[in-house]
């Protein structure tokens, strides 16, 4: 079964606002990566959160942790235009050998 | 994206044909990915190669053939390939087998007629 779940999966704002997107998993975690996919494009690495850690931050990037709820939410500060694009958690689960699981994403859109 | 290229960016296919999509990554990994993205649907990993030694298979379906001549390049062969087939293929590259970080190219297009 899918191991990490988006939440909402599409959200829309304007430039400016704030934009928080959740996602929750089933099982326990190493660590948990959040990617952003523009339009048709490859995905890109955001920001990685160990499970030993509740809080981490890059630019307008805000990512909590709560391994207790098996969740994760990713904040987007004074959002752009060019924010617009699919966000994608993905869970590396502790178990030996086993790949990244990527959720279904959020789309994202920000308007002008 | 950058690192990590693949061509073509996009192809049409017709189920009879034979065709390959190629991957190169520019960052010295020893990993690499195919993962087939499509609508609706979250990422399904295709398969792993790790050191040119595939190391998962996934339960895809023998029409998809890969093949990892050096640990810089990947390649997908396509054949007899079905409707459903139809999504974007993503290549990534990560410096151990599934180490925390996996660099993606943009991925081919490929439309299945």
């Known amino acids: 079964s899918q191991q990490g779940e988006e939440d909402p999966q599409a959200l829309s704002i304007q430039e400016g606002e704030n934009a928080t997107m959740n996602c929750s998993y089933k099982?326990?975690?190493?660590?948990l990566q959040w990617y952003r996919q523009n339009s048709g494009r490859g995905l890109v690495h955001l920001i990685l959160?160990?499970?030993?850690?509740r809080e981490k931050h890059s630019g307008r990037l805000r990512v909590t942790l709560d391994t207790s709820k098996k969740s994760s939410s990713l904040l987007i500060t004074a959002s752009r235009a060019a924010d617009t694009a699919s966000y994608f958690c993905?869970?590396?689960?502790?178990?030996?050998?086993?790949?990244?699981?990527f959720g279904k994403g959020t789309t994202l859109s920000v308007s002008s | 994206e950058t690192g990590v290229t693949q061509t073509p960016r996009h192809l049409v296919m017709g189920m009879t044909n034979k065709k390959s999509l190629k991957c190169e990554q520019h960052?010295?990994?020893?990993?690499m990915y195919w993962y087939k993205q499509s609508a609706k649907k979250p990422l399904e990993l295709m398969f792993v190669?790790?050191?040119?030694?595939?190391?998962e298979n996934n339960s895809v379906p023998s029409r998809f053939s890969p093949e990892c001549p050096n640990s810089s390049h990947l390649f997908l062969h396509l054949h007899t390939l079905q409707p459903e087939d139809s999504a974007l293929y993503l290549c990534?590259?990560?410096?151990?087998?599934?180490?925390?970080?996996?660099?993606f190219g943009p991925g081919t297009r490929l439309t299945v007629l």
């Open positions: 190669y790790s050191l040119e030694e595939r190391v």
């Open positions: 959160i160990r499970s030993n850690e």
């Open positions: 960052l010295g990994h020893n990993a």
């Open positions: 099982t326990s975690i190493n660590n």
């Open positions: 993905a869970t590396d689960p502790n178990q030996a050998g086993t790949a990244l699981i």
């Open positions: 990534a590259s990560s410096q151990e087998r599934f180490a925390d970080t996996q660099y």
